[in-house]
């Protein structure tokens, strides 16, 4: 079956620019992640949402970063007012349950270069 | 609050020798630890998952991890490094904090390099 996929695979902006990024998880996965990998380093949790409960927005970095999932399907993740700091691949995973240790499901990432 | 260090930023093996990619965690719970493996240019894939059951878990590709309280590790190993095992492997935990949302803490990484 389909994994779960990421759009755009690249996107090169100017910094001052919004940009939107879109992930269409696995179908049925009730829960859906985003992460943000930089240049040589592990991945950092950035918003977590599960079913239709609030999402957890804890790993966001700053108020310029927002993302919307519409049931349980796609989630979209906007970065306003981009920095040169927010270059990074952009990592999407979808999960079949939202608590406990389940797989999580990683899409190929958008990597994202601001300049 | 759960964390993961990895011992090592780069391994370098000859193929056909054994691997070994250290990690440690922290938890104040039961943890539930991972290894993904990342190649150049795709995505993460899991190696294997400690979820409490055997302290010895079996994964892909003939990979395999040891839990071990009392040292606070979840090293990964393989017998023999095949070339197709360089790539880029994360040690992770998942956080079982309150609200128990799953969400996955990666450690920095360790880049393995097999040489011919």
């Known amino acids: 079956g389909a994994g779960v996929s990421q759009s755009p695979s690249n996107k090169v902006t100017e910094k001052g620019k919004d940009v939107e990024l879109r992930c269409d998880p696995i179908?049925?996965?009730?829960?859906l992640y985003w992460y943000r990998q930089r240049l040589g380093q592990g991945l950092e949790f950035l918003i977590y949402f599960q079913g239709n409960s609030a999402p957890d927005k804890s790993g966001l970095p700053s108020d310029r970063f927002s993302a919307e999932r519409t049931g349980e399907s796609v989630s979209t993740l906007t970065i306003q007012r981009t920095q040169q700091e927010d270059s990074a691949v952009y990592l999407c995973?979808?999960?079949?349950?939202?608590?406990?240790?389940?797989?999580?499901?990683f899409g190929p990432g958008t990597r994202l270069t601001v300049t | 609050a759960q964390s993961v260090t990895q011992l090592d930023s780069h391994v370098s093996v000859s193929e056909g020798t054994p691997v070994l990619l250290r990690c440690n965690y922290s938890s104040s719970y039961s943890p539930s630890l991972f290894w993904y493996v990342q190649h150049p240019n795709k995505g993460l894939q899991l190696l294997l998952k400690?979820?409490?059951?055997?302290?010895l878990v079996k994964g892909i590709n003939g990979f395999e991890a040891e839990f071990k309280k009392s040292e606070t590790s979840f090293h990964l190993t393989k017998p023999s490094a095949h070339m197709s095992d360089a790539a880029e492997y994360f040690c992770v935990v998942s956080d079982l904090g309150s609200g128990n949302t799953g969400k996955l803490i990666f450690g920095q990484g360790t880049t393995l390099q097999v040489k011919p």
């Open positions: 400690y979820t409490s059951a055997a302290t």
């Open positions: 995973a979808s999960s079949s349950a939202g608590t406990g240790p389940y797989e999580q499901y």
């Open positions: 179908s049925g996965h009730t829960a």
